[in-house]
């Protein structure tokens, strides 16, 4: 390991025990704008350790009550949504088991899902109607998993139900994560026997990370069919990457 390296992971360790230390002994008495603006700088610092600069796109300003769906790259995708616009996500179950992270994503308030546990996902779509009726942001990502860059997997409609009970808006965001020539960047992609760790290192000691975040048009969740939401939200995140979709 050379001396840059090190000395990028030292940081990062250190910056996992200060979140550890907020989430102990701040967020059980901080109040929900609080903890926000945490998860937020916390988020944004992360980030700047990994060396991975966000860019907002042009698009639709992003909603302060809204059911955020996005395409599923990274583990880095929930930390550069936070870093913007901080959510309660819902997320499977594995990122539970991610050293250290797992436990900070989930004191945020992330809520996992296991894999085709028909139980966990009636009791989390009722938290998602309830925290939407309490008009929080909440988002997922309907892919299920992750998908290397240029591919676009199939939307799961389930969640979708969510804002429809809730009467609550549908908005999409694209992610995509590209190098200083604009192509997808080759440290990213986390899929196939990449594990956690390898990813964490490749990202640190690769070149640096443009994340580029797109909001886009809200799509209205009121009177509408889950599968209808899935489907319009896959076609406009897909329209805003510039890949083709993936057929159902």
Same mark, same amino acid.
């Given at each position: 390991?050379?001396?840059?390296? %090190?000395?990028? $992971?030292?940081?990062?360790?250190?910056? $996992?025990?200060?979140?550890?230390?907020?989430?102990?002994?701040?967020?059980?008495?901080?109040?929900? !704008?609080?903890?926000?603006? $945490?998860?937020? !700088?916390?988020?944004?610092?992360?980030?700047?350790?990994?060396?991975?600069?966000?860019?907002?796109?042009?698009?639709?300003?992003?909603?302060?009550?809204?059911?955020?769906?996005?395409?599923?790259?990274?583990?880095?995708?929930?930390?550069?949504?936070?870093?913007?616009?901080?959510?309660?996500?819902?997320?499977?179950?594995?990122? !539970?088991?991610?050293?250290?992270?797992?436990?900070?994503?989930?004191?945020?308030?992330?809520?996992?899902?296991?894999? %085709?546990?028909?139980?966990?996902?009636?009791?989390?779509?009722? %938290?998602?109607?309830?925290?939407?009726?309490?008009?929080?942001?909440?988002?997922?990502?309907?892919?299920?998993?992750?998908?290397?860059?240029?591919?676009?997997?199939?939307?799961?409609?389930?969640?979708?139900?969510?804002?429809?009970?809730?009467?609550?808006?549908?908005?999409?965001?694209?992610?995509?994560?590209?190098?200083?020539?604009?192509?997808?960047?080759?440290?990213?992609?986390?899929?196939?026997?990449?594990?956690?760790?390898?990813?964490?290192? !490749?990202?640190?000691? %690769?070149?640096?990370?443009?994340?580029?975040?797109?909001?886009?048009?809200?799509?209205?969740?009121?009177?509408?069919?889950?599968?209808?939401?899935?489907?319009?939200?896959?076609?406009?995140?897909?329209?805003?990457?510039?890949?083709?979709?993936?057929?159902?």
């Amino acid at each position: 390991m050379n001396i840059r390296l %090190g000395w990028r $992971l030292a940081r990062l360790i250190l910056h $996992l025990l200060q979140g550890l230390a907020t989430c102990a002994l701040v967020f059980p008495w901080a109040g929900a !704008r609080l903890r926000e603006g $945490l998860v937020r !700088r916390w988020s944004a610092r992360l980030l700047r350790i990994c060396r991975v600069e966000v860019e907002r796109q042009s698009g639709a300003a992003a909603l302060r009550h809204a059911l955020i769906v996005s395409n599923h790259i990274s583990w880095l995708d929930i930390f550069v949504i936070n870093s913007l616009h901080p959510c309660r996500f819902v997320a499977k179950a594995e990122i !539970r088991a991610w050293p250290v992270l797992g436990w900070l994503v989930a004191q945020a308030g992330t809520v996992f899902i296991a894999r %085709g546990s028909r139980r966990d996902l009636r009791h989390i779509f009722k %938290g998602l109607v309830d925290a939407l009726a309490q008009h929080q942001r909440v988002a997922f990502f309907p892919e299920g998993t992750t998908a290397s860059q240029g591919n676009l997997l199939p939307f799961h409609a389930n969640l979708f139900e969510a804002a429809i009970d809730a009467k609550a808006p549908v908005q999409p965001v694209a992610l995509a994560y590209v190098d200083r020539s604009g192509g997808w960047h080759p440290a990213v992609d986390y899929t196939g026997e990449t594990t956690f760790v390898d990813s964490i290192l !490749r990202i640190i000691g %690769g070149e640096p990370v443009i994340a580029r975040v797109s909001c886009l048009a809200p799509i209205e969740g009121a009177g509408a069919h889950r599968r209808e939401l899935a489907q319009a939200a896959h076609a406009a995140i897909a329209a805003a990457l510039g890949v083709v979709e993936s057929a159902e």
